[in-house]
């Protein structure tokens, strides 16, 4: 059984989690920050930064906003990584195993939520009393208990998962598994496609036109299409911005030209 490996990897998610709530949310649990670092626990971080791209193309979309709860990004990148890297088998099958692993801990995570809505009495009572040192160590202990579930999943998944997930894998006839590596391959270009779905609009339809003959036509590469990106940006949102308030205010416009020239580039932004 792979106990180091076990341990490792349960150790990288529950870490991985502390940071994220405890630092205001940094994204330290997407996919493109979790399976190079599950890659280099066991020994192979250019399979984990491969996956990790491949990865964080479907899950790009997925964020948790409000009451929701998504499929779970960090168990799914991470077991994902590491059965495709224990398994010797490439990107496609941590994809491929990435999703509906993520959707499994989505369940396991909303339970944990059901566990921690019955603090929230005691929560109230203590900001009643005004006990900040209680909440502080109530609030840590909930987190503790998410910790210890990413920790645990991980931990029993790998320790009796992995050799009857890579017996499994070896298992599938070649046709069966030439049709899964190709659908791993499918799926990033679906979840990007979702992500660009609600900007699909006349008026952008231009934008993806000519990123499509500066990739295919002219060969540039992925690194100049996006700066070509960020000046076309620049121009729509701040030169356009500041025409559309010299229109409606000339005094208005001289200001916001004043105040760029004084560094103040904050401007920029806040069009």
Same mark, same amino acid.
């Given at each position: 059984?792979?106990?180091?490996?076990?341990?490792?990897?349960?150790?990288?998610?529950?870490?991985?989690?502390?940071?994220?709530?405890?630092?205001?949310?940094?994204?330290?649990?997407?996919?493109?920050?979790?399976?190079?670092?599950?890659?280099?626990?066991?020994?192979?971080?250019?399979?984990?930064?491969?996956?990790?791209?491949?990865?964080?193309?479907?899950?790009?979309?997925?964020?948790?906003?409000?009451?929701?709860?998504?499929?779970?990004?960090?168990?799914?990148?991470?077991?994902?990584?590491?059965?495709?890297?224990?398994?010797?088998?490439?990107?496609?099958?941590?994809?491929?195993?990435?999703?509906?692993?993520?959707?499994?801990?989505?369940?396991?995570?909303?339970?944990?939520?059901?566990?921690?809505?019955?603090?929230?009495?005691?929560?109230?009572?203590?900001?009643?009393?005004?006990?900040?040192?209680?909440?502080?160590?109530?609030?840590?202990?909930?987190?503790?208990?998410?910790?210890?579930?990413?920790?645990?999943?991980?931990?029993?998944?790998?320790?009796?998962?992995?050799?009857?997930?890579?017996?499994?894998?070896?298992?599938?006839?070649?046709?069966? +598994?030439? @049709?899964?590596?190709? %659908?791993?391959? $499918? /799926?990033?270009? *679906?979840?990007?496609?979702? =992500?660009?779905? !609600?900007? +699909?609009? @006349?008026?952008?339809? %231009?934008?993806? $036109? /000519?990123?499509? *003959?500066?990739?295919?036509? =002219?060969?540039? !590469?992925?690194?100049?299409?996006?700066?070509?990106?960020?000046?076309?940006?620049?121009? *729509?949102?701040?030169?356009?911005?500041?025409?559309?308030?010299?229109?409606?205010?000339?005094?208005?416009?001289?200001?916001?030209?004043?105040?760029?020239?004084?560094?103040?580039?904050?401007?920029?932004?806040?069009?």
């Amino acid at each position: 059984m792979n106990w180091s490996a076990a341990i490792a990897v349960g150790l990288v998610l529950a870490v991985l989690w502390f940071i994220e709530k405890q630092l205001g949310t940094p994204m330290v649990i997407r996919p493109i920050v979790v399976s190079p670092l599950v890659g280099l626990v066991l020994g192979d971080v250019t399979a984990g930064v491969l996956m990790g791209a491949s990865l964080e193309l479907i899950f790009m979309g997925a964020i948790q906003i409000g009451g929701s709860i998504p499929p779970d990004v960090l168990v799914g990148a991470g077991l994902g990584t590491a059965f495709a890297i224990l398994s010797k088998q490439g990107p496609e099958i941590a994809v491929a195993l990435g999703l509906p692993i993520s959707i499994l801990a989505q369940s396991i995570k909303a339970l944990i939520f059901i566990i921690r809505s019955g603090m929230m009495e005691n929560a109230l009572k203590m900001a009643e009393n005004n006990n900040v040192r209680g909440m502080k160590a109530l609030n840590l202990g909930g987190l503790f208990l998410q910790c210890l579930m990413y920790f645990a999943v991980a931990f029993v998944a790998i320790l009796f998962g992995s050799e009857a997930i890579a017996g499994f894998l070896q298992s599938i006839p070649a046709s069966i +598994m030439s @049709a899964l590596t190709n %659908i791993g391959r $499918l /799926l990033p270009a *679906v979840g990007f496609a979702l =992500l660009l779905q !609600p900007m +699909m609009e @006349a008026k952008n339809a %231009i934008y993806f $036109l /000519l990123g499509f *003959v500066l990739l295919v036509y =002219l060969k540039l !590469p992925v690194i100049a299409i996006t700066l070509i990106g960020l000046a076309i940006a620049y121009i *729509v949102v701040f030169e356009r911005g500041k025409a559309n308030t010299a229109a409606k205010d000339p005094a208005l416009a001289t200001a916001s030209d004043a105040g760029v020239q004084d560094g103040n580039w904050e401007d920029l932004f806040n069009e």
